[in-house]
């Protein structure tokens, strides 16, 4: 009987599941951060390049 009654105590028990939810939460955060940065890499280096350009092309006038 005693062992029963830890079983159901056991089962009842439930302070950890916030952290579980939290936990899983930020996986998946981590996750879409990951997938959104795999499909931005291939157009910021063309992005940068055009910046890049622009500015190596942009002349400065030195008198006033």
């Keep these: 009987m005693k062992l ?3 079983v159901r105590n056991f089962e009842a028990n439930d302070d ?3 952290t579980v ?3 899983v939460l930020t996986a998946a955060v981590c996750s879409l951060v990951a997938i ?3 499909g931005l ?3 910021m ?3 940068g390049q055009k ?3 622009h500015l190596n ?3 400065i006038q030195t008198t006033f």
Excluded: L, Q
């Design 4 to 6: 029963v009654k830890i």
């Design 16 to 18: 950890g599941a916030v």
């Design 21 to 23: 939810d939290w936990v």
């Design 36 to 38: 959104a940065m795999a």
């Design 41 to 43: 890499k291939g157009n």
């Design 45 to 47: 280096s063309s992005v």
């Design 51 to 53: 910046v890049e350009d």
């Design 57 to 59: 092309s942009a002349s």
